[in-house]
């Protein structure tokens, strides 16, 4: 998978967007050699010979001997460069900060798992993200430019100000300043939240099936939503957005964001936990090893659990009645077990939407950090090649 292709509409000059129009369609396999630039392109030789030869001194065109089919001499084949551009991207996995380095096209060059305890403040939690994005950027390979790092993390973000306000799994980080942290070691800085990085790699993969409003439910240690069309994630320029574990549903219990009565307080796994393990004591935070232990264990059993599939199941129709969405997937370790999966089903289609609209369909998305990851890679790689075409 290619994590990044050009858009020939942002160059003005037409030299730049005969060498963005080459370039993404190299990348896409759709031409491999400067005859077919010719035939498919529309191009001159003389501007395709001009617009390799440029792309060949940036060094984001490799070109190899080709086979030879009559006379005369073999056309050279054509290919992007996947290693002239690397990020480095870093997400929460658990209590663990997650960072690999990867190239255009997606492959890891790097990765390590950095640890960081649940009582970490800003200046711990800062520290952390600073030597992690150092170490990735200096495993670049030689030839290799670093486009920067991408920060994918959940909680309460503000992307625009590039700052981190609150997360539950570390309850003494608030309003951590990532750009100033990560900036001066290894930027420049982009953060995203994950959700909007997973629904951007799922659009991806996918693009039909994401061509109209889709909204992510991650239903895990904490609660929160992300809304996309055609990939492109609403509100992920300004500030604070999604925040549907902290809507008010009942009254007396402490949130972690500081308030009271959030939906997370009868429903986020960090509220739900402490019960569950009376009955299990070996469950586990990480949410990828609670997809397997929960997956056959009776939770519709469990009072708490039925109440917490209600609460969420009203939160979600409600989202649903202001965003219409055509497509709703859901990201929760709970919804392996088949069970519960098809009682929160039902509690959400007996919520229903208005009068002959049917609420849309559920579809569940097990988690995957790996995809999320190519998800938040794209734009600041984007941005770094647009700078080397110009």
């Known amino acids: ?84 551009l690397g990020v480095a991207v870093i997400h929460v996995v658990s209590r663990a900060f997650v ?33 992690l994005a150092g170490r990735l950027k200096a495993t670049a390979p030689r030839g290799m430019a670093h486009a920067g790092t991408v920060v994918c993390i959940s909680g309460v973000v503000d992307v625009g100000q590039r700052r981190w306000l609150v997360s539950s799994r570390w309850p003494r980080m608030r309003h951590l300043d990532i750009a100033a942290a990560v900036d001066p070691v290894a930027g420049p800085v982009q953060v995203v939240r994950q959700l909007d990085a997973e629904l951007r790699a799922q659009a991806l993969a996918d693009p039909d099936a994401y061509a109209e409003g889709a909204v992510l439910l991650h239903w895990g240690w904490g609660i929160g939503m992300g809304y996309a069309v055609a990939g492109e994630p609403f509100g992920a320029a300004g500030g604070p957005f999604g925040e549907i574990g902290h809507w008010r549903v009942a009254a007396g219990k402490r949130c972690g964001c500081g ?22 004591p070996e469950l586990a935070d990480d949410e990828d090893r609670l997809l397997e232990q929960l997956r056959h264990l009776d939770l519709v059993a469990v009072p708490a659990m039925r109440a917490a599939a209600a609460e969420v199941a009203r939160a979600l129709a409600n989202l649903c009645r202001i965003l219409f969405p055509a497509r709703v997937m859901i990201s929760s370790p709970l919804m392996g077990n088949a069970r519960f999966w098809a009682e929160f089903e039902a509690l959400f289609r007996a919520e229903g939407l208005m009068e002959e609209m049917p609420p849309p369909p559920l579809h569940h998305a097990p988690p995957s950090a790996g995809r999320g990851m190519m998800g938040a890679a794209g734009p600041l790689l984007g941005r770094a090649l647009e700078e080397l075409l110009r």
């Open 99 to 131: 960072g690999m380095l990867l190239d255009l096209g997606g492959q890891a060059i790097a990765r390590e798992v950095l640890p960081v305890p649940a009582e970490a403040d800003n200046k711990a939690l800062g520290t952390a993200l600073a030597a």
């Open 1 to 84: 998978m290619i994590l990044a292709l050009p858009d020939e509409a942002r160059f003005e000059e037409p030299a730049a967007r005969d060498r963005a129009r080459v370039l993404s369609a190299l990348a896409g396999g759709r031409l491999s050699s400067r005859p077919e630039m010719v035939e498919q392109l529309g191009l001159r030789s003389t501007t395709a010979s001009r617009c390799v030869a440029e792309l060949l001194q940036r060094r984001l065109v490799l070109e190899a001997s080709g086979e030879k089919l009559g006379r005369g001499r073999p056309a050279a084949r054509l290919m992007l460069n996947p290693r002239r």
């Open 259 to 280: 308030g009271e009565g959030c939906l997370e307080t009868v429903a986020a796994l960090w509220s739900l936990l402490p019960l569950l393990r009376r009955r299990w």
